[in-house]
């Protein structure tokens, strides 16, 4: 697309201007887009006066001083309540009696949505047009009592007389009147009539209706000072009111260009502010946690403001600061694992393993008790020997100010030199240069990781403890006893474990200015006292930075939308002429904006810039990690969000990533991963982060800005002669500055074609021929390991008896009727209808084809020997004769013998003589045979005779041999010969052959054609081609299980053998599928399987592919590794910016276009990237983890 895309489509458009008037005036709808009955106007504006009527009234009545002030004001109230009631009543009266089936007339299907037909003045459709109504009817009533409460209060507030003894003006009176007027009917019609739309739109859906009470309760705002000021009467409250009653007449505007939050953004964002700010907090991952370290941090200045002592203020301060600083979610978790279910205990400790950094045991507690005693010991003593103490010398907050100049600077070099750019700016010449390799990085950070330690140690123990012995022997701890001065001391005291970073750069501005004024006096700056001093530049500190922040952010959008020939637009030239002419006003709205901590907002992202509403730092309502677009790629990021905590953790204890301040961004680079990180919360020793992944399914924007990404961190880390010639960061404007390499344990993704290598036929040769012996190789793995798991008793001692006969080696199937007998039994001739022998029926010569030797018994009953007979021809039958006494209850189950053609289901053999039933059986030549047996029902086969045998002839009877010498099977001290023994029993053999050939047959065809690429695709992928046996196998899900699992064994050994070389011998291709069956999961992408290996961390995973517009097969593989992960440290305001932009074009603009302007590639501000990051439903981050707490130890 295009710069010069539109920014909003021509129906976009349209709604915009129909909504906009309607937010302006608070909810009437006088633009509607159709023609509309008078009466539908003169309602609204009758509506929408209402209150001035009952306000007039009572002004009039006060000014002919007929009633006094709070008699006309409770008169308006009354008599706005009850219009309230009536209005709603009205709309309730018409839902009720609303008809629940009408007749629907002809309609344009082209008209607007919201078009309506009006029948007459107080219609149904009239009065639910204009007064929607409310869900609830709890809001019913709350919202008509606060209306009433508003009008009153209003006429109150804009009484003439109040307003003359304010401005001595009569002109200032009255436009104050009559403008503050509208200011009240404006928030009346938006409570009671019909919500607006705000601008300032931060839930997506106003479940609770919560934004009506948006406009009413600024104007009660207002009111509140100035009642504040008519029964305190000072000074200063004078002053504020006359300001605020002219700012007043402007909310309008105010609410219209979105400068005001709505309820719930403006809570967290109060609460926020004051908990850092105030009480020396952090803003939460939660709101719940908001909500309780607010509650106990307002606890503890209420209660250090009645400690009598300063002592005692001094302890308990310092110790409450240490212990609301610590991570007391952990101790929540710690108390649930000690305290969990008997069903909860089998699961919880999983969690628990993957959390990140220190976690609350026995050890760690002893060290933070410790810990405590130590800086209580401190702190106590130091107190009190400064307030006892009578020597004029040096005072000892001179020395520590020294020490904390030191300090700060020692800890700043060390930090800045871990990072790739010093201050952002200037390349750091002590970073490693040309790192590709993670052994390599390693080695050449080994300088900087002894700079780590040093700041690690400045800034974790020796910058806390000279902080607090400087707060402890401060003078000013002697005149506690005021509000000021307990809220100073206790954030001071906290704030030097919260975030002792920011503190010791707070207490160093003290220090200095204490230092420079030593021989002066500044009394109106000492009279403050310390705690109030840095409670002041705290939040200097904070605005100054968010300032510099927000211009470089402004100039980056200003420079970028002509430098880059992609974002130049027709307009561009004008914009940027405005921007420089009115820069003063630019420059107003940045640091109004830094003094609100509110996002500086580009409207469409283009250099027109806003005030967005203050909002809270996480920047999004709900809860974190509730929401993304989950899809099959997101398990990657589900992977690595721990590894990648892991590494932070070291990163942040070395100083790499800077301070992890609450709303800084980090972005991270991976072959195609990209990796969003928000710091959520901060405090002594941990910090909490959010991981979002981005989507690996690029689009042309995506790819675009992920190509610039590779580019700044390919010039920063692996730095080309042109970047080693220039010291300065080429990418300075990009909102991403290059920070360090990490390297973390993931998945690298390789993905290659396979022509030349699926195409060639000496490769579909070989699968062809090592398919029957990797399947030999599964088949025997698994039934070895299937006997093991059933417990059986190695080397049991065993003899050829009845017993053994009857219990293990004897398969049958039970007869239902004689066809007739021959000799001693007879046989179903259907069985044999593929025989041409003209003595199938004759018994001496199926055992003269059976190789089964039939001999009398004293009872003249035939019985087979158990000696080791050759193998039988497909459809024979090996047969045991039992005695009479065994009744068909107490035989075991059995099924059709190996190579007996499947008969209908129904029809049954009987072998029986006049006397004795004759039994098929099978007969093992070893006693140990029976542990390696083939199920039962795997042994029957969907293939002819004459078709089975000449798959036969390809059975690797070598290979069988020697794989089953290599199965550990038996323990006993004998395990060689028994190894031999089995190796000899045919019988097992045959089964195998059997089974294994039906497969091969079934897999890959009964015919020698070499398969095609598109056959072993669909084989591969589980959607084998039909032939004669498939419906047989898919009956065996185990067997159809194990064939898949061989055949892309096969193939994965097909494709090592094309890239390493052929398979010389036996051992090395039994090396090749034990490291497959311990190390691999060869499979689809697609398949849930695939999924789970990658979250259990299997080290390989290799699956095949095809690409339909290429025609093309690709091979993919994943292999778990250590690996070097980019990353950068991104603008937060920029961030900020682009985030409130996309909140107020989706969510009041509805300008939702895939193609829209605001949401093209725009390297230098990552603007599609940003897109993405943003919570749904206005991003779609593929993979967003909940709150995660990372150690910075």
Known sequence: MGPDVPLLNDYKQEFFWKRFPQTILGGPRFKLGYCAPPYIYVNQVILFLIPWVFGGIGTVLYQLSTLEDYWASILAAGLMLLAAFIVQGMNLWVRRNSVAVETFTPENTLADEDEFDFSSCAGSETVKFIIPGKKYLINTVFHSILAGALC??????????????????????????????????????????????????????????INALTRPLYIFAFVAVDLAYRFTVNPILLQTAQILHIIFV??????????????????????????????????????????????LSAGVVIATFFIPDSLGVVLFTTGMGFILSLDLSQIETSFRFCCRTADASLEYPKDRSHQIGWQFGWKIILIYISLLIMILAEAGLLHFFARNSTTSGISPQTILSYILIVTLVGWKICQEVQGAFIFGLLRNPFFPKGIRTVEVFKQKRAILMKASLIQRILLNFVSPFAMLAFLSVDSSLQYLHTASLCIGFTRAFRMVWQNTEN??????VIAIVRLATLHSSLLWWNSLGTGIQLLMVGIIRDRFFQAITKLKFALTVLISSWTEKKQRRKSSSAIIILNIILFPVVLTIIALASVLSAPLLPLFTLPVFMVG???????????????????????????????????????????????????????????????????????FGYCCINIKG?????????????????????????????????????HFSNILTPSTVLPVQVYSDARNVLTGIIDSLENLKHIKEDFAKVFIWVLLHYINNKSKSENVQDNQPLQQNTTWLEENTVTSMQTESS?????????????????????????????????????????????????????????????QSLSSDINDEELPKRTPMYGLPATDKGKQILMETNTHEMIPVVVFSSPYSHKLKVPENWQSGPFSPLL??????????????????????????????????????????????????????????????IPSPNQIFKVYSGD??????????????????????????????????????????????????????????????????????????????????????????????????????????????????????????????????????????????????????????????????????????
């Open 152 to 209: 009153g209060l209003g006429t109150w507030y804009l009484l003439p007389n109040r307003l003359m003894m304010l401005y001595v003006n009569t002109g200032v009176t009255a436009v104050l009147f009559i403008f503050g007027w509208v200011t009240v009917c404006i928030g009346e019609y938006s409570l009671i009539i019909n919500t607006a739309v705000e601008t300032a739109t931060f839930q997506p859906q106003d479940t609770y209706e």
């Open 250 to 295: 402007f909310l309008p505007v105010l609410w219209a260009i979105g400068i005001l939050p709505p309820v719930d953004a403006l809570v967290l964002w109060v609460l926020e502010q004051v908990l850092e700010f105030v009480f020396g907090g952090s803003p939460m991952a939660t709101n719940v946690r908001l909500l309780v370290i607010f509650t």
């Open 503 to 508: 503190a010791l750069v707070e207490v160093v």
């Open 613 to 683: 509403f203050p909002r809270p730092n996480k920047s999004w309502p709900g809860s974190v990690g509730a929401a993304a677009c989950i899809c099959p790629d997101s398990v990657y990021y589900q992977h690595m969000k721990h590894n990648l905590a892991a590494a932070f953790c070291t990163a942040f204890s070395a100083g790499s990533l800077g301070n992890p301040t609450p709303g800084s961004h980090y972005l991270c680079r991976f072959q195609d991963r990209l990796v969003w990180v928000l710091i959520l919360e901060r405090g």
């Open 694 to 730: 981005l989507e690996l399914q690029e689009t042309s924007c995506h790819t675009a800005e992920a190509r610039r990404v590779d580019e700044v961190f390919e010039m920063s880390f692996e730095q080309n002669e042109q970047a080693r010639t220039c010291p300065l960061n080429q």
């Open 819 to 879: 066809k007739g007998p021959k000799d001693s039994f007879s046989i179903n001739s259907e069985i044999f209808h593929d025989w041409s022998d003209e003595d199938i029926f004759d018994l001496e010569s199926i055992g003269k084809k059976t190789g089964i030797r039939l001999a009398k018994t004293s009872t003249g009953m035939q019985q087979m020997t158990t000696e080791p007979v050759i193998t039988s021809i497909p459809g024979s039958l090996e047969t």
């Open 948 to 1009: 089975l045998q000449e798959l036969l002839k390809s059975f690797p009877e070598d290979w069988y041999s020697f794989v089953l010498g290599l199965l550990d099977v038996f323990h006993s001290d004998e395990k060689r010969s028994i190894i031999f023994e089995v190796i000899g029993d045919t019988t097992l053999k045959d089964m195998y052959s059997h089974v294994v050939m039906t497969c091969y047959g079934v897999m890959l065809g009964t015919d020698s054609i």
């Open 1024 to 1193: 084998i081609p039909w032939s004669l046996g498939l419906d047989w196998l898919t009956q065996k899900p185990e067997l159809l299980t194990l064939a898949l699992k061989a055949f892309r064994y096969t193939f994965k050994l097909m494709f090592d053998k094309a890239s390493l070389g052929p398979v010389e011998s036996f051992a090395e291709l039994v090396n090749y599928l034990e490291e497959y069956d311990r190390n691999w999961f060869i499979g689809m992408v697609s398949e849930p399987q695939w999924q789970q290996s990658v979250l259990q961390e299997k080290p390989y995973l290799f699956s095949l592919g095809y690409d339909p517009s290429l025609s093309l097969y690709t091979g993919r593989v994943l292999s778990l590794q250590e690996m070097l992960l980019h990353v950068g440290q991104l603008n937060a305001e920029a961030i900020r910016g682009q985030w409130a932009n996309l909140s107020w074009e989706l969510l009041y603009a509805t300008n939702d276009d895939e193609e829209r302007y605001s949401i093209q590639a725009h390297p230098v501000l990552l603007r599609n990237l940003t897109v993405q990051s943003a919570n749904p439903p206005l991003g779609y981050p593929i993979f967003s983890s909940p709150p995660i707490h990372v150690s910075l130890f």
